[in-house]
């Protein structure tokens, strides 16, 4: 037999040894990766256009809590990433960053702004079997029949718009005018205005509508004047509320405003200037100073922590952070989209400090709580 050279001979057994380094290598930089890996949560929303002002407050507090939890390591040493993509307000943009935040393979859509946007995107929860959680309107269209992936936190716009109209009446005020957006939000929550004034025998004296892609209230603010209302409940979105609220002001009507929570943001505020003075905002969380309540009180501790203000609409990212959370700390170790709906569905009473909150697998509406807040000479929410 030929002699073989002896480093020949070694080299398939140092081969094996690198090949079984090698293998252990990549076992303990997988188990690295898996215990530094993000839960990744996608967001779709209006963060330029009519409701930027609201959007990043809400966001602002979403991120107090996510930060907190990370900050503690995690949910099973995961770190929450919050990728939020702008759709400024548009329903077909809404959709396309849906998809494209679903294919980056977020485990949950969360806090996305406006009604017909929510419905555009309500057939890739069912197409990709990925949840909604805390959509920020409170159409009633989401909440019935229930969704199985979509999963409200906030309480419906005809519950608030119900509870404006019931209390304008309880104060004497009786000749009561709806301007609305002339979309799937401002039929759906002109449907609980409405059922308001039938609670009071009441009738709207005048009805109008505006085109929520180009508004123009040049139309609508003579047959308003005309109408002589003590009241004008506004339902809409960010700056066009703004403009229709600043037309009947030039044109002298003296009108108590009123609009609902979504417009319940410093920057609404902001952009009404003085005439924001005395306007009501129906409000669907607890008062943004009210250190009684423990919900309120933790979230402004944070708040100041971020050198923020908080806000209604910070206090609405915030409890839908807390509660897509709490979705996925139940979910256990390595959650998946169907293991967090599964999660979701277990929070039959969940104590979201102070307020209890429930789903189940036939219920998905989340709180039932409104309230009223008039803006002071400040430029705050007083209740």
């Known amino acids: 037999m030929p002699s073989v050279d002896k480093s020949l ?38 963060m330029t256009g009519a409701v930027a002002a609201s959007v990043k407050e809400a966001t602002q507090g979403a991120k ?26 548009d329903p077909k943009l809404a959709v396309a960053n849906a998809k494209e935040l679903i294919n980056q ?25 990925i949840p909604l959680v805390g959509p920020s309107t409170g159409a009633m269209v989401l909440h019935s029949p229930v969704h199985p992936w979509l999963f409200n936190v906030r309480a419906p716009y005809q519950r608030e718009a119900e509870r404006v109209v019931s209390h304008l009446s309880l104060i004497g005020i009786d000749r009561i005018a709806i301007v609305q957006v002339d979309d799937t939000f401002g039929a759906d929550a002109v449907v609980g205005a409405l059922k ?17 892609s180009k508004p123009d209230f040049a139309p609508v603010v003579p047959k308003l004047m005309a109408a002589d209302p003590q009241a004008v409940l506004f339902i809409g979105s960010g700056t066009a509320i703004v403009q229709g609220m600043k037309a009947l002001r030039a044109a002298g009507s003296k009108a108590q405003l009123v609009t609902l929570s979504n417009n319940a943001s410093a920057g609404f505020i902001q952009d009404l200037g003085e ?20 919900l309120i009180k933790e979230a402004m501790e944070l708040a100041k922590g971020a050198n923020l203000e908080l806000t209604p609409s910070m206090v609405e990212g915030y409890v839908s952070a807390r509660v897509l959370v709490e979705g996925l700390r139940r979910a256990g170790p390595q959650p998946t989209r169907d293991k967090l709906r599964r999660a979701l569905e277990s929070m039959t009473r969940y104590d979201v400090g102070g307020l209890e909150l429930g789903y189940s697998a036939s219920d998905h509406t989340g709180l039932d709580y409104a309230d009223l807040a008039i803006i002071g000479p400040d430029g705050r929410f007083r209740r």
């Open 9 to 46: 001979r070694e080299r398939p057994v140092a081969l094996r040894r690198l090949l079984k380094r090698a293998a252990q290598l990549s076992l303990c930089v997988a188990t690295l990766g898996s215990a530094w890996a993000d839960i990744k949560i996608g967001q779709t929303a209006g």
């Open 64 to 89: 107090l809590h996510f930060d907190k939890v990370n900050a503690r390591g995690g949910i099973n040493g995961e770190q929450i990433r919050l990728i939020s993509l702008d759709d400024k307000f």
């Open 105 to 129: 393979g977020v485990i949950s859509l969360f806090l996305n702004r406006g009604t017909p946007h929510t419905q555009a995107i309500m057939p890739l929860l069912d197409e990709h079997s």
């Open 196 to 212: 308001g004034m039938k609670g009071v025998n009441k009738l709207p004296v005048a009805h109008e509508t505006y085109d929520r």
């Open 275 to 294: 005439l924001s003075r005395g306007v009501v905002v129906s409000q669907v969380f607890p008062y943004e100073r009210s250190i009684a309540s423990p």
